[in-house]
């Protein structure tokens, strides 16, 4: 007879290898919940079905490279093997800082690459995941952006027509008003919503005059005022934890508990919260 282990009575949900989940806000009604999908390998799971459930998270101890897919002992870059994260351009230093950017001086690791994604229209906008923050994203990426950190609330205040150029204008207001989300206080839920339309004009006098400037740079019509209503966001939470502990796979390869919510692209169990994209290209198994 076969030997009956812990594994074969769980209930498997998915296996594969993680990607950052997939987050909708679902539809403009007022409290209308988002609404996240586990995405590992080729299979799908709506998690929000699973609120209030006791699932288990288990590492198998293999990596693949997200672009490659090639194995890898250790994920850069959330995601990459070395040689990837060493000679794609989408992980370059450029990524993190756009001002950066060294297209023009004929060096970007990956040209195609950089004229597709770089010159585009990108936007900068104010959300509040812990607080008031500004941020860059693609046009075509909103509200992925604001659900990955997990807002409350975004409002999309500038245009522009190339990633450089987001750059400069988020340097302005990085000057002003941080850039950064405090992931403990945003997993806490105790985040006070504010008059982002408010924020945006007190800002926008603020770096009038390094706007004039790189409008004189780059052209009047390069930042271009939006004039766009604010968005607000729910999660699907149950409780939130008064205490923010952090699980880890890379020590602890089997974590989970009673699914208590999921925020940006947290799991929130009742023994801790773990950050599923951090964890890009790790092969897992979910069971119930």
Known sequence: MPVVTDLTLKEILATGCLQKMAAEPGSAAAGSTVKYTLRAGEQRLALNDYLGESLQLEWTGAIACTHCGRATRKSFAQGYCYPCFKSLAQCDTCIMKPELCH?????????????????????????????????????????????????????????????????????????????????????????????????????????????????????????????????????????????????NLDKTPLVGGRLMGIKGQYLMFDTGVINLRKYTGYEIRLTA
Not at 167 to 194: C, I, Y
Not at 198 to 225: H, K, N, T, W, Y
């Open 103 to 247: 297209f023009h001086e004929g060096t970007c690791r990956e040209p195609e690459w950089g004229q597709r994604f770089c010159f585009q229209p990108h936007i900068i906008y104010l959300a509040n995941s812990s607080g008031l923050k500004v941020g860059i994203t693609r046009a075509t990426q909103m509200p992925t952006r604001w659900l990955d950190q997990g807002a409350i609330q975004a409002l999309p205040i500038l245009a522009v027509d190339t990633r450089q150029q987001s750059g400069f204008v988020e340097v302005l207001f990085k000057q002003q008003v941080s850039d950064r989300t405090n992931w403990r206080a945003m997993l806490k839920g105790e985040v006070v919503e504010l008059d982002l339309a408010a924020e945006r004009d007190r800002l926008l006098g603020e770096v009038s005059d390094g706007l004039s400037q790189l409008r004189q740079r780059f052209g009047d019509d390069a930042i271009r005022a939006l004039d766009e209503p604010a968005w607000q966001f729910d999660y699907p939470v149950l409780e939130y934890p008064s205490k923010v502990a952090s699980h």
